[in-house]
């Protein structure tokens, strides 16, 4: 029997549409070749091009797409920076859907210039509160406080997310914090990871301040299997991890709640590359492929990843940031005739 599943497409702003567009093209070759499951794609705006008509960077319109489908495909969004406008769209859907796990697969690539060979985590990000709480404000002129929120409830929640990705993967879990200054929040944190782990006795912990963290993943990135921390560190370890296992442009993300899923590029929108057909599309494919694995169409999934590794391998085809020449749709249309080969 066919499955169809509602997955809503956003795409997002500079290179956001031309990534998109391309994951969506291989989302379709591994729908006709896998012929078991149907995605229905819901086209919603979003994103910083939407300010100037909507006034929000996310209209409601999009917000009522988002809620009738079971997961999203969001493209790279333009973050408008001055005070007083809109919030991140990631940021908002985060909260509006609870997806309080973020989980970011950091793995090295054939024939991508990586650090050290055979690299293989996951950074696990608290991805609702923290210093992306977005309570800030100006006591005085020239003084300003942001709130770092850190809840029990939350922290526990992702640490349990944590654990049990680490149970089905090689067992070592470093929770990463800065509680010898932060001692109050990290404290939280810090303790709730501690009571997850009393539940998972065959996961191996081991405890990391941020700073010695940001340097072991450049001396050691190969003793990681799952990191665990707070929203800020979370981001910051992860685009360092991206570039220590190869580009941002093959780093893929996933924002997993209770109820819903939504899947992205690590990387930004790269306003200078938009429209040039320069940029690596891997990165989005790669967040697709996350979602069919989400939706429970695992084979699909590992036929998208086996596409791109074998492209990849064979080194034919390689965009600027892999120090090569080709284009986004010449990177699209290799990968999306390896899936048709299979
Ligand atoms: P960026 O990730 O957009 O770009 C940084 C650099 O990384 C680029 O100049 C480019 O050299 C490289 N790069 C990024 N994507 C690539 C790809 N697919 N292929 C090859 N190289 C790639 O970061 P930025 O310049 O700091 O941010 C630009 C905008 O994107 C900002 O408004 C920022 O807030 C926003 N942003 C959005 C998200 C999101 O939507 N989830 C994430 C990060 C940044």
Known sequence: MTKT???????????????????VRVLD????????????????EAGYHCIAEHGTNLPSETVALLKRSVACLKGPMTTPEEPGAPVSVAVTLRRMFNLYANVRPCRSFPNVESLKPNLDFVVVRENTEG?????????????????????????LRVAEFAFKLAENRKKRLTYIHKGNILRITDGIFKDAVKEAAQKHPDVTIEEMHVDAATMQLIKRPESFDVIVTTNLFGDILSDEAAQVTGSLGLAAGANIGDAYGMFEPV???????????????????MAAAMMLDYLGEKAAAAKIEKAVLE?????KVRTADLGGTSTTTQMCEAITSKISEH
């Open 29 to 44: 070759a591994v729908q006709k070749s896998s012929k078991n499951f149907k995605l229905n794609y819901l086209y919603g």
């Open 311 to 315: 492209v990849l391998r064979e080194g």
């Open 5 to 23: 599943y509602d997955v809503a497409v956003l795409k997002g702003d500079g290179i956001g549409p031309e990534v998109t567009e391309a994951a």
């Open 131 to 155: 210093l992306y709480s977005g309570v800030e404000f100006q006591l005085a002129p020239g003084v300003g406080v942001a709130l770092r929120i850190i809840t029990h409830d939350a922290s």
């Open 267 to 285: 990387h930004g929108s790269a306003p200078k590359y938009t429209g040039m057909n320069r940029v690596n599309p891997i990165a989005t494919i």
